[in-house]
């Protein structure tokens, strides 16, 4: 089969091509997985931290890609969930060890043993992958394959980030960044909560141009002060300096919630610049999002149906998953970017 692989850590400067196309053998589901001819897959801000050493990779060559839609296959023993032809998406969960406390209070998310897909097991990136039956997903039949990828990261961690916040029916939200997550998090808010603002703050016009077509109240700059303040923000930027921002936007007793796997180092410098009175005094509030439950993917992806939501995306064949990722490094963004297999 045709893959995609990255072979050790390396700096898009220096190498902005750190996939190679191969032919691998095409994997053996075991006991309990299954086996997927993958038709599409999201490619996600956390491949860039991979591939530059952020959240590295246990082990090389490795597959990345962890928004996946396929079709079964093949079945391993003991895998009697899905059947061959079944449509099936897979998530940042791969798997978890599902008997530590936090698994049995569905924080799976938090497990010591959390494996991602695409990390810990092969991804995506090319045209089959083999899943833990569990953490697979039946697709509602509305969306196309290149529709749904987005959804199993950029969708499923974005509900995970609004559901953080707490949000409340009629208070102002601020969304600071506006890729493929955002853009996402921007249709559930307003259909979960009609007579809210949404406030977006976007490093480019285009991205601003984005959010007032899908509603959006107010788009501005990163650098702007909120013409209100924020009861609640989500920030899904790389970066602090957004942060130290959104801070002296967001109302007294608010939540910040940082929906990102890491962040870059190289404007860190920006937090001394945090004062204590203006950006954390009046109990607000500042919490993470990591990775994402099973439960969240399945009342994600029931939701999205139900709203509907529409993914906006970029396809690009799997040859071109290294220019996928350039695009992303360099921002630039339109909804989600997708990985189409078989050409089409
Ligand atoms: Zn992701
Ligand atoms: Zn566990």
Redesign the pocket.
């Known amino acids: 089969m045709k893959a995609m692989i990255l072979e050790r850590i390396s700096n898009f400067r220096d190498n902005p091509a750190p996939l190679k196309l191969v032919d691998l053998p095409i994997p053996d589901p075991k006991e309990g997985e299954i086996l997927l001819k993958v038709s599409a897959c999201?490619v996600?801000?956390?491949?860039l931290d991979e591939i530059e050493g952020r959240t590295p990779p246990p082990h090389f060559p490795v597959v990345l890609g962890?928004?996946i839609i396929g079709r079964v296959e093949k079945t391993g023993d003991r895998a009697g969930r899905f059947k061959a032809g079944d449509r099936v998406g897979v998530?940042?969960i791969y798997s978890a060890c599902g008997s530590c406390g936090f698994c049995r209070e569905e924080k799976e998310n938090l497990c010591s043993e959390f494996q991602a897909t695409g990390r810990d097991a092969n991804g995506g990136y090319a045209e089959y992958a083999v899943v833990p039956e569990g953490f697979a997903y039946p697709i509602p039949p509305l969306f196309t394959d290149g529709e749904a990828a987005p959804l199993?990261?950029?969708g499923a961690?974005g509900y995970r980030s609004l559901r953080l916040t707490g949000m409340k029916a009629g208070q102002n939200l601020g969304l600071v960044g506006f890729g493929a997550?955002a853009h996402l998090v921007l249709q559930m808010a307003k259909h979960k909560s009609p007579s809210s603002r949404i406030f977006v703050f976007a490093r480019s016009e285009t991205e601003r141009i984005f959010a007032r077509e899908l509603g959006a109240f107010w788009a501005g700059s990163i650098e702007d002060s909120s013409p209100k303040k924020l009861a609640y923000i989500i920030d899904t930027t790389p970066v602090w300096r957004p942060v130290v921002k959104a801070l002296k936007n967001l109302e007294r007793g608010g939540r910040l919630v940082i929906n990102a796997?890491r962040k870059e180092e190289g404007d860190k410098e920006a937090l001394l610049q945090l004062d204590y009175a203006n950006h954390l005094w009046l109990e607000k509030e500042v919490k993470s999002v990591a990775n994402v439950t099973r439960t969240d993917v399945e009342e994600f992806l029931a939701l999205a149906a139900k709203i509907p939501i529409r993914p906006e995306v970029q396809e690009y064949p799997l040859e071109n998953a290294n220019r996928a990722l350039l695009e992303l490094k360099e921002r630039r963004i339109r909804g989600a970017k997708v990985l189409k297999m078989g050409g089409k």
């Open positions: 999201g996600c801000h956390t491949e962890h928004q998530a940042w199993l990261c950029a961690v997550s796997i």
